[in-house]
């Protein structure tokens, strides 16, 4: 079993660029397609709190019922929050990797890096063409 997992969206370019710089570490992780296959309440309260930051860090605004829910009112307990999460996974941002290293909200893609036990073994650019590790494995 892989000791890496990745919260992915097979439709989100920087979730696709963090899966490839997590396989360029040597490593195949657990992949969740969280759209498909939702975390449920518990595990979602796992991952905000490995991560360390506010559950409105993990709420997504593009593309999402955000603004339709008002979702911008303080008025929202995180409970709340998590509730509407819940309901519209569409709405937890990504790509979440968790590795025995920590948790992370990998945005930009290269912050996954901060994370992986192994490191780059190789050159990556993303989708985009920038270049993210050089041909030694390093940060460019």
């Known amino acids: 079993m892989s000791q890496i997992t ?17 396989r360029n570490s040597g490593e195949e992780p657990t992949i969740i397609e969280y759209l498909k296959t939702p975390p449920d309440r518990e595990t979602l309260k796992t991952l905000i709190a490995a991560m360390g930051v506010p559950v409105r860090a993990v709420l997504r605004e ?5 603004a339709e829910l008002g979702l911008d009112d303080s008025k929202w307990s995180d409970e709340h929050l998590i509730d509407f999460m819940l309901q519209h996974p569409i709405l937890i941002n990504r790509p979440i990797v968790v590795s ?4 992370l909200l ?16 190789g050159a990556f650019s ?5 270049a993210v590790v050089n041909a030694e494995g390093r940060r460019v």
């Open 6 to 22: 990745i919260y992915h969206n097979p439709d989100c370019g920087t979730s696709r660029n963090v899966l490839g710089l997590i």
């Open 62 to 66: 593009k593309g999402t019922p955000y």
């Open 100 to 103: 025995p290293l920590g948790a």
């Open 106 to 121: 990998c945005r930009p893609s290269e912050a996954v890096l901060d994370i992986l036990p192994q490191p780059q073994r």
């Open 126 to 130: 993303k989708e985009d063409g920038e």
